[in-house]
């Protein structure tokens, strides 16, 4: 994925558009707006790879490179959330005890967890949806049917 650029297509399923931006072989941000930027093209392969997921083909996205560029703790929680298998659910203690230097009984530590799930720059391709109890990146109505996808 070494082109650069935004780009952007109509999901019937999400009633949104899917928007991507890449820059450097890596993805910067998934959103999900109700109009796309203006000059988003509507071809890449990794949009491709998107609405085969939303048609209902199990994907991970773990080969596609994600810039995580967040505060060293709040990328490390980011980085489990990629661990959580399709279809499978955990909550923010669960997320807390997966990550290394967070302190699950620490409240301030839950609220880094939280914090990271709620700036997610790539909701789908670091699945915050995932986690059942935390915040999403993703708009409520997106969150609910990329759960509902997954049978979550």
């Known amino acids: 994925m070494d082109d650069a650029g935004i780009y952007a297509r109509e999901s019937t399923y999400l009633d949104r558009y ?3 931006g890449v820059a450097s072989g890596r993805v910067l941000s ?3 707006p109700r109009e796309p930027d203006e000059e988003a093209a509507d071809a890449h392969d990794l949009l491709d790879r ?3 997921y939303l048609e209902g083909v199990e994907e991970d996205f773990a080969d596609v490179q994600v810039a995580l560029t967040l505060p060293t703790d709040q990328r490390s929680v980011l980085e489990r959330v990629r661990e959580i298998p399709y279809g ?3 909550d923010v203690e669960t997320l ?3 990550t290394s230097g ?6 301030e530590d839950l609220n880094v ?6 700036e997610n720059p ?3 391709l670091v699945p915050d949806h995932r986690v059942r109890d935390g915040p999403s990146a993703a708009p409520p109505d997106v969150e609910q049917k990329l759960r509902s996808l997954e049978g979550l």
């Open 88 to 90: 499978d659910q955990i």
């Open 50 to 52: 998107i609405f085969a």
């Open 102 to 107: 967070v302190d699950h009984t620490d409240d």
């Open 30 to 32: 998934v959103s999900f």
């Open 18 to 20: 899917v928007q991507v």
């Open 113 to 118: 967890v939280r914090t990271a799930l709620d």
């Open 96 to 98: 807390a005890r997966m």
């Open 122 to 124: 790539a909701p789908l």
